[in-house]
C-alpha cells in the first residue's frame, strides 16, 4: 500500500525527531561516563599547564623583564618628582633638647599633681617651722617611670641641689641638698634631717589631697 506524500512527510519527521533524540541521549551519556571525563579532565590540565608555561616565557622573557625595569623606574622618578614639588613637612621642634634631664612629657593627671605641689612652700623647711615659697619640684623617681611626675617634692633650692654657704650651714643644720653637693647632702644626709622622700611624699599627698593609694606601691 503506496503512502501519500503527506504520509511520507510525517514518517520523515519522525525519523528526524527519533534521531535527534538519540544523538541527544548518546551526547548526554558521553558527558557522564568516567572515561569521557578522565579524558576532559585530562584535556583541561594539559591546556592550564601550555598557559602556565606561556605564561613562564613571558615574564623571563629580556622583552619583558626589560618592560617591567622600564616601568619602575619611571615610578620611581615620578615619586621623586613629586616629592621636589610637595610643600616640606612641618617638623615639630622640641623645646628641650636633653631628653635625659627632662624626660618623657606628663601626662594630664601628672601635670594636675605637678600643679597642686609646685604651689606648696618648701616640705622640708616647713618641717622645721620655716616658710620658703622659692622652690623647684625635686623628681623622687626620677623622669621616665610611670606616674614619676606625680611624685614630686616641693622643695627651695638649698634642700634641693644648691649648698648653703658655710656660716649658713651651722645656723640651719637641715638644709642639705637632697642632690649631693661634694660630701654634703645627698639622699641619707638629707632624710637624717628631713625624714626620707617617700615620708615628705605622704606629708605633700595630704596637704594637697590627693589619694595617699598612688604612693603605696613606692619602695
Ligand atoms: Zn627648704
Ligand atoms: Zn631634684
Known amino acids: 500500500m503506496a503512502?501519500?506524500?503527506?504520509?511520507?512527510?510525517?514518517?520523515?519527521?519522525?525519523k528526524q525527531k527519533e534521531a535527534f533524540a538519540r544523538a541527544q541521549s548518546r551526547k548526554i551519556a558521553k558527558l557522564n561516563d568516567p572515561k569521557e571525563r578522565e579524558k576532559r579532565f585530562a584535556k583541561q590540565q594539559a591546556a592550564s599547564k601550555?598557559?602556565?608555561?606561556?605564561?613562564?616565557?613571558k615574564l623571563s622573557s629580556p622583552e619583558y623583564r626589560a618592560q617591567q625595569l622600564a616601568k619602575a623606574k619611571a615610578q620611581a622618578a615620578k615619586a621623586i618628582e613629586k616629592a621636589k614639588?610637595?610643600?616640606?613637612?612641618?617638623?615639630?621642634l622640641r623645646k628641650t633638647t636633653s631628653k635625659g634631664l627632662k624626660?618623657?612629657?606628663?601626662?594630664?593627671?601628672?601635670?594636675?599633681?605637678?600643679d597642686l605641689i609646685g604651689k606648696l612652700p618648701c616640705i622640708a623647711c616647713e618641717k622645721h617651722g620655716r616658710e620658703n615659697p622659692m622652690i623647684s619640684l625635686h623628681h623622687v623617681y626620677g623622669r621616665t617611670t610611670e606616674?614619676?611626675?606625680?611624685?614630686?617634692l616641693p622643695l627651695c633650692c638649698y634642700h634641693h641641689d644648691t649648698l648653703l654657704p658655710k656660716e649658713e650651714r651651722e645656723k640651719y643644720p637641715d638644709m642639705l641638698p637632697v642632690h649631693a653637693?661634694?660630701?654634703?647632702?645627698?639622699k641619707r644626709q638629707f632624710s637624717q634631717h628631713n625624714g626620707t622622700e617617700r615620708e615628705l611624699l605622704?606629708?605633700?599627698?595630704?596637704?594637697?589631697?590627693?589619694?595617699?593609694?598612688?604612693?603605696?606601691?613606692?619602695?
Open 50 to 57: 601550555r598557559q602556565q608555561e606561556r605564561q613562564r616565557i
Open 202 to 219: 605622704v606629708a605633700v599627698y595630704e596637704k594637697v589631697g590627693l589619694p595617699l593609694e598612688r604612693l603605696e606601691s613606692l619602695p
Open 147 to 152: 606616674n614619676a611626675h606625680a611624685y614630686v
Open 3 to 14: 503512502l501519500t506524500i503527506e504520509e511520507q512527510r510525517e514518517r520523515q519527521r519522525v
Open 85 to 92: 614639588t610637595a610643600p616640606p613637612k612641618k617638623r615639630t
Open 103 to 114: 624626660g618623657r612629657t606628663p601626662t594630664a593627671s601628672e601635670r594636675r599633681a605637678m
Open 181 to 186: 653637693k661634694g660630701k654634703y647632702g645627698g
